[in-house]
């Protein structure tokens, strides 16, 4: 009996043992997956980066259309700057107990497609780092609903940053230039390369896209580390603006919505026909950085009142793409997949993909496979936002902290 319980801890506790663990969904009828902030004007992220001193603010919610309560647990795991996870137990990174039970789901009001809304705050850290907020059902942690990745940053280093246009002619109209310089405390032995990782991720993507910075050049003297390159290392094409679609109303149409067909038991909102934007010259378009909103126009006080409604993107393309192409953002963490791929009709010439999403405001995009990106381009007058995010693995521990942070938006 001993020995059966023994091969199950550890097949349990072996779940994700070097493999990296990524925000992903596990069931259908679990939707609007996101951690957030109880501000009301900051813009959902795929990605949070939390001040360790300001985690009182911060909450996971998520919706269930299956309308039967389930004995749903919430799980912290600790990972490493890849996001493997860790080897550090609980008691460690945690100020208070694991494997929290959801209990509060309230119920959505005067929709016509009925959920149940979870809020749960998010449990302490006592260390920087990433980490995986894991939702499981029946007490059965293999049992995963759904993994939210978040992180949680202790600002030991100062980071400096600047946006530039590409350096020569190749990339002057394409791309964007990153110049990165940190200065550190006499508290962080920095001595070589290998004791710092620093990963730059754009518009708060999962993917890092400046994975191997140039080999840094570090000052004992003033502290500073900087990333001199010259081979176009810290180069990346900038892509172009968002699109959007403003979902907060089904009584009236707001930017961008084409028609609203209301039906007894769902809403289908259509968005104006669109084209790729990669045809064309640069144009500027405020937008939200590939994040999106939660919100009713009606009743703004309660997202609970926020419908989902399907919505309708359409793509006019002269011929059909060589690769599938997908609808992307922040709201499916810019995945691509069966769920979120278009159709082709090539008797019209038409893109088409359906998407079940809460009312709100969400940033799109039209993408393939392809790092191109030809559908929607890429223009050095873009304006992204960049993060940089510096760990630092210190002389005793067994954690990737994450010392040092830095938003930065790119200048038209």
């Known amino acids: 009996m001993k020995r059966g319980l023994l091969i199950c801890f550890i097949m349990l506790s072996s779940t994700w043992v070097n493999a ?44 269930d259309l299956a309308l039967k309560p ?14 493997t996870p860790s080897s550090l137990s609980e008691i460690e990174y945690l100020q208070d107990f694991n494997d929290i039970p959801l209990r509060d789901a309230k119920s959505s009001m005067g929709t016509k497609v009925p959920y149940l809304h979870y809020r749960v705050p998010l449990p302490k850290v006592r260390i920087s780092g990433n980490y995986i907020a894991q939702v499981y059902a ?19 280093l100062q980071v400096g940053a600047t946006v530039q246009f590409g350096q020569n002619n190749a990339s002057r109209a394409t791309s964007h230039v990153l110049q990165i310089q940190l200065k550190y405390p006499d508290g962080l032995m920095i001595q070589s390369e290998d004791d710092l990782r620093v990963f730059v991720r754009k518009n708060n993507e999962p993917d890092f896209i400046l994975k191997n910075l140039p ?33 907060r109303s089904v009584q009236q149409k707001l930017n961008f919505v084409s ?7 769902e809403t289908i909102v259509k968005t104006q026909i669109e084209v790729p934007q990669g045809l064309y010259t640069y144009t500027e378009r405020r937008d939200l950085n590939g994040h999106y909103i939660i919100s009713n126009y009606e009743n703004v006080q309660d997202t609970r009142y926020a419908d989902y409604v399907i919505c309708q993107f359409n793509l006019k393309a002269t011929n059909q793409a060589p690769e599938d192409v997908y609808v992307t ?23 088409q993909a359906n998407l079940m999403l809460k009312q709100g405001i969400y940033n799109y995009r039209f993408e393939t496979k392809n790092p191109s990106d030809y559908l929607e381009g890429n223009y050095a007058q873009t304006e992204n936002q960049y993060d940089i995010l510096v760990y630092y693995r210190k002389p005793g521990t067994r954690i990737d902290a994450l010392v040092g942070f830095q938003r930065i938006n790119s200048i038209r």
């Open 329 to 351: 953002g922040g709201f499916n963490n810019y995945q691509k997949n069966a769920t979120n791929k278009m159709t082709y009709n090539a008797a019209t010439g038409m893109y």
């Open 259 to 265: 028609s609203i067909d209301e039906r007894e038991t």
């Open 20 to 63: 990296q663990i990524n925000s992903t969904i596990r069931r259908e009828h679990i939707m609007t997956v996101y951690v957030g902030n109880l501000d009301p004007q900051q813009y959902i992220q795929s990605h949070p980066v939390i001040d360790i001193h300001q985690q009182d603010a911060w909450f996971l919610s998520f919706d």
């Open 215 to 247: 080999k840094p050049v570090i000052n004992g003297m003033d502290r500073t580390i900087r990333f001199p390159a010259f081979n176009q290392e810290n180069s990346v094409l900038a892509g172009n603006e968002y699109r959007l679609i403003d979902l």
């Open 70 to 83: 389930n004995p749903y647990f919430l799980r912290i795991i600790s990972c490493q700057a890849d996001w």
């Open 138 to 156: 029946n007490r059965n942690k293999r049992d995963t609903v759904f993994t939210q990745r978040f992180s949680i940053v202790e600002n030991e």
